[in-house]
């Protein structure tokens, strides 16, 4: 009897069959499944009796008709730009960003790039000041100096000053209208009469002398017009007119403004003046504290310079009228004398006024009748 084997023979159970069984299966399906994709494959098939069927041939495009019936665009490289892309009259100069899986495509040769716009310089504002006329200082200096020379009296010192500021500044019409101012208070309206002919031609330039300039024309046309009217200058229609008015000043240390005004008064000839039914009011105006303009306080009075007063020796009789302002009523109330008004009433109605300035007559305008 032999010992037993150190070595044992193995011995397979019923799960490793089964096991054994499914892998030998599964390897037999694999197989069939790579013969029967190779068959597919083949360009040759097996009819069913056995014999080989050809594949049919591929089928044949003719490209020609392709692109009779859609012409190629002018571009080739077209057909490789994507949509969403900027065009190119929209794409940013600079490298194009190339398509996946595309060769870059190269610009045609008359292609250039055209640079950038230029935006034209935005405008420098220009300061106000630019428009704004510039004034010497000493144009203003000058139209000062003369109204205090002409004021006191000195009035042909005050035209040289008022000469070379029209040579400073020719276009301003202050001083020109200064000029006028003083001619007539020399009693020369045909000397002021050319200064405000010179600020009418200025036009709207002139500013406020323009409509001055314009009523003392009218005004110097409408006593033309009185003097072809009647043979003393009386205008038709009426009894009385104010002749050329005359200042004379009285210097007195005691006064701060003393002066006579002669009114000369014409009547139409032949007219049987009633000298109760005539009036005379001569205003006298006064600067207060430099800028506001109130009656007189000065001490005025008047008188006849003949006697007696009936127009049956001429067509003129004068009224003589004087103004007295102390240094005292000056002072108390920063008094200057500024100027008068003359108005003449016959029988409650106005036959003529004058003013000096004229600008008094705008500002306090005369009644045309009054009571009696």
Do not use: C
Not at 56 to 73: F, Y
Not at 130 to 158: C, I
Not at 260 to 279: C, S, W, Y
């Amino acid at each position: 009897m032999r010992p037993p084997s150190p070595i044992q023979s193995p011995r397979f159970g019923r799960t490793a069959g089964i096991a054994a069984a499914i892998l030998a299966t599964v390897a037999v399906l694999q197989l069939g499944a790579v013969t029967v994709a190779f068959f597919r494959k083949s360009p040759r098939g097996i009819a069913e009796n056995g014999d080989e069927v050809p594949h049919p041939p591929p089928l044949k495009i003719d490209v020609s008709k392709i692109v009779a019936a859609s012409p190629p665009p002018e571009n080739p490289g077209a057909l490789l730009v994507d949509p969403l892309l900027p065009s190119r009259e929209e794409r940013p100069p600079g490298p194009r960003p190339l398509l996946p899986h595309a060769e870059p495509l190269p610009l045609p040769a008359e292609t250039t790039t055209e640079p950038a716009s230029v935006l034209p310089p935005r405008p420098t504002p220009v300061p106000l000041i630019a428009f704004t006329p510039k004034t010497d200082p000493r144009y203003g200096e000058l139209v000062e100096e003369g109204k205090l020379l002409r004021n006191s009296g000195d009035t042909a010192a005050a035209l040289v000053k008022f000469r070379e500021g029209v040579t400073i500044e020719p276009g301003n019409p202050l001083a020109i209208a200064e000029m006028a101012f003083t001619f007539e208070k020399m009693s020369l309206p045909e000397k002021a009469a050319e200064q405000w002919k010179r600020i009418f031609v200025m036009g709207d330039r002139a500013g406020v002398f323009y409509a001055m300039a314009r009523t003392k024309l009218e005004s110097a046309v409408q006593d033309t017009m009185r003097t072809v009217g009647g043979p003393a200058g009386v205008a038709n229609g009426k009894v009385l007119s104010i002749g050329a008015l005359a200042l004379a000043d009285d210097p007195d240390p005691s006064a701060a403004k003393r002066f006579a005004l002669t009114v000369p008064i014409r009547a139409r000839a032949g007219e049987d003046v009633a000298v109760n039914e005539m009036k005379v009011f001569v205003l006298f105006y006064e600067r207060v504290n430099g800028k506001d303009i109130a009656k007189t306080i000065a001490e005025v009075g008047n008188r006849w310079t003949s006697a007696p007063v009936d127009w049956k020796d001429g067509d003129t009789e004068t009224l003589e009228v004087s103004y007295d302002l102390s240094a005292q009523q000056a002072r108390a109330e920063r008094r200057e004398y500024h100027g008068y008004i003359v108005r003449l009433y016959y029988r409650g109605d106005l036959q003529d006024t004058k003013a000096e300035p004229a600008s008094l007559s705008q500002k306090f305008p005369a009644p045309l009748t009054i009571s009696e």
